[in-house]
């Protein structure tokens, strides 16, 4: 029995590892993809300031 | 309006989850021949029944778009692809962890095991896929046509079980005409399927509000470079 609840932790350790990775790398992309999009907005402001 | 949505299938499923956790380790029994391990059911039924449902989803959204040719619907299917892939990872693993107890065996080349490991490559290569071509409405043919490739093998991971009588157990639960769970066991089974989809819901949600960033990313350096 003791083997058994040794495996079931693994079993439940395994399964929670998988959603906190799988959302730590959700969170990481929109991370990036904020930054990304701050910074297309800033090049194409300056651009058009450029141009005035 | 998307955000309040994410943030309320959020809360709800992390309380259906804390509350099902609860029961399951403080109020179901161990049951009687498998011992404690038994509880793994618990997740890995639930991860394996969510992530099909999504598959499907995903494969009809693949359907309309080859139907209606809007990039809205290959984005919607592959975002519920990418969090049914992570759930039915869950559902492999948990299932290997419980197979090396009850079985001796950390893996067998059983009919419901061998399909659903195929299930999981074809998904793994419906997003190699993805990442390989970058015309946006090839991509999009290309993942609603393997979506719908896969979906055929999720039909027959689903009745292996019945067609087969191997390794793996034979269903379990009254409604597929197993011989049920004790009174008590069964219904924290379903309140974790629907935890799980509740989580997955809120985790496509913000998928999709990502892949609308990226498109945005993408109009305004077509703008810019217009210039």
């Known amino acids: ?45 300056e651009g058009q300031r450029e141009s005035k | 309006m998307r955000t309040k949505l994410i943030v309320i299938l959020s809360v709800l499923a992390g309380a259906l989850l804390a509350w099902n956790l609860h029961t399951i380790f ?3 029994p161990d049951e009687a021949s498998q011992g404690a391990i038994f509880r793994i059911f618990y997740f890995h039924f639930p991860a394996a029944v969510t992530s099909f449902t999504c598959f499907f989803v995903a494969m009809f959204s693949g359907l309309v778009y ?57 998904y793994f290569g419906y997003f190699m896929m993805r990442r390989a071509v970058d015309e946006p409405h090839r991509r999009a043919r290309l993942s609603a046509v393997l979506s719908i490739l896969a979906s055929v093998d999720i039909v027959i991971v689903w009745k292996s079980i019945e067609w087969f009588r191997t ?17 008590g066991m069964e219904a924290p ?39």
């Open chain 2, 66 to 122: 080859l139907n209606k040719r809007d990039l809205r619907f290959d984005a919607a299917a592959a975002a519920i692809n990418e969090v049914a892939f992570a759930f039915a990872t869950i559902t492999l693993i948990t299932g290997m962890i419980w197979g090396r107890i009850i079985w001796g065996i950390w893996w067998a080349w059983d009919p419901r095991i061998t399909s659903y490991f195929i299930c999981l490559l074809m």
């Open chain 1, 1 to 45: 029995m003791d083997r058994n609840f040794e495996y079931m932790f693994y079993g439940f350790a395994a399964a929670w590892i998988i959603v906190i990775v799988y959302v730590i790398s959700i969170a990481l992309r929109e991370r990036r993809l904020r930054d990304e999009l701050d910074r297309v907005k800033r090049m194409l402001e």
């Open chain 2, 26 to 28: 403080l109020r179901v």
């Open chain 2, 167 to 183: 390794q793996h157990p034979g269903p379990v639960l009254e409604i597929r005409g197993g011989g049920g769970m004790a009174p």
């Open chain 2, 189 to 227: 089974l379903f309140w974790n399927c629907l935890a799980f989809l509740l989580l997955e819901s809120a985790l496509v949600l913000v998928r999709m509000r990502q892949q609308s960033i990226q498109s945005e990313i993408e109009s305004l350096r077509r703008y810019a470079h217009a210039f």
